[in-house]
């Protein structure tokens, strides 16, 4: 071999070489986009989200607000974790929220939630809420208005205005989603202790839960005065979500392994449900101190999906039937205290960092961030994204059943 082939053969080398180095450095989901030929998400695209060879012509994005199992950093630390639902839910990147010093602890985050039309994401905690653009990543505004400030929030539809239960108290904020500022602080004797919040897929509803209440109170969106009221359920109301024309809710009480449902066109409780086969016991919760903390309905409302903390299962029930019937119970890799569908109604995230596929109802993924830690919480988000990054849908975290026209149940 002459010197003029060795010297050329190794040039080709170090290009092929240096091209390698570089495909690695890709940041996920950014500019590692799948091999030519290769379906969205490569060969780990599992759960039945690939579509072919056609390039993916808008981003899926689940956003995870952390830390938000308490305030444990321990579960994904502290920021908004981002993943790639296309491919297998692969760590994107951290957006930072709030930076804390080292002798403080960070506070729990309470609630997420996003409006595509603003293109923001809103972040809650036990003593602020704040916005952040979804294409900067910049914090746009932060409120904490009277201090009580907050938990767990909903939009409206129409992406323009925050129903924001304030911390433990009697009220909840009603809020202009594009500069935080306040709209009306509204009193809800009979629901203290605000806690969760659900704005019906019409818009026109807001239903607020309140941790030291057996008794709904329901909202009338346009006046953001309270109407009607709900129950008295058997124990005080935790999480709970809503059929999508807004007539029944399905809720969590204290003391309870299942769930009630209450006619909203009555105002009383209906039905109760109890898993069978399981037992619980209040030493075996680690958090939220009743059994069951979290419980979604199906897209097509066909079925109801359980959390059962005391024994890290997720209880599914058929809706088709009165009472609805437990047909399949799937471990956990860990207590989960929320559920939350996704966009296209093929998978259901659980807060213990499982994905659960809807059809085959087995665990196909587990999140975890860019240091390899398990990602837990009740406060996730998938947003899907147009391919030059603007927001067109955010999904609502509260599995509402989507609906529209009532049944007979």
């Known amino acids: ?55 993916i012509p ?10 938000g199992r308490v305030n444990d950093i321990g579960f994904g630390g502290v920021g908004i974790v981002v993943f790639d639902v296309t491919r297998n839910f692969r760590f994107v990147k951290r957006i930072p929220t709030w930076d804390y010093p080292a002798s403080v602890e960070p506070e729990n985050v309470k609630g997420v939630a996003a409006s595509a039309q603003l293109n923001m994401i809103y972040v809650s905690t036990t003593k602020r809420l704040a916005a952040w653009d979804l294409t900067t990543e910049k914090k746009v505004w932060e409120q904490v208005y009277d201090g009580n400030c907050c938990d767990r929030m909903a939009i409206t539809p129409d992406g323009k205005t925050l ?18 500022k306040l709209i009306k602080d509204l009193p809800t004797p009979a629901s203290d202790g605000a806690h969760n919040t659900i704005v019906s897929l019409d818009g026109t509803k807001a239903f607020l839960a309140g941790l030291g209440s057996k008794t709904m109170s329901i909202a009338d969106t346009k006046t953001n005065t309270v109407v009607q009221t709900v129950g008295q359920f058997s124990g005080n109301v935790r999480p709970f979500t809503i059929n999508g024309a807004g007539t029944l ?22 039905q109760t449900v109890q898993v069978q086969g399981y037992g ?12 069951s903390h979290g419980i979604a309905l199906s897209p097509d409302e066909k ?25 399949k119970s799937i471990k956990m890799r860990d207590e989960p205290f ?6 296209d109604g093929k998978w259901v995230y659980s807060a213990s960092g499982d994905i659960i596929d809807a059809k085959t109802k087995t665990v196909i993924a587990q999140l975890k961030d860019e240091m390899g830690r398990d990602v837990q919480g009740e406060k996730a988000i998938e947003i899907l994204f147009t391919p030059e990054g603007k927001a067109t849908k955010a999904v609502d975290q509260f599995g509402v059943g989507q609906v529209r026209t009532a049944s007979n149940n």
């Open 1 to 55: 071999m002459t010197v003029r082939n060795l010297v050329g053969g190794l040039a080709c080398l170090a290009l092929v070489s240096g091209a390698t180095w570089l495909s690695a450095q890709a940041p996920a989901g950014r500019g590692a986009g799948p091999a030519a030929g290769q379906a969205p998400g490569g060969p780990e695209g599992r759960g039945g989200r690939g579509r072919g060879a056609l390039a």
């Open 58 to 67: 808008q981003r899926d994005l689940l956003y995870a607000a952390v830390p």
């Open 163 to 180: 129903w924001v239960p304030s911390f433990g108290g009697p009220h909840w904020y009603v809020v202009d989603a594009a500069t935080g």
């Open 249 to 270: 809710i399905y809720a969590n009480v204290n003391d309870l392994l299942g769930f009630q449902i209450g006619d909203v066109r009555t105002g009383k409780v209906i």
């Open 280 to 291: 619980w016991a209040r030493e075996r919760l680690t958090g939220h101190g009743c059994p």
């Open 303 to 327: 079925e109801i999906w359980l959390t059962d903390g005391s024994n890290s299962m997720v209880h599914v029930f058929d809706n088709t039937v009165s009472p609805p019937k437990q047909v």
């Open 338 to 343: 929320w559920l939350t569908w996704s966009a």
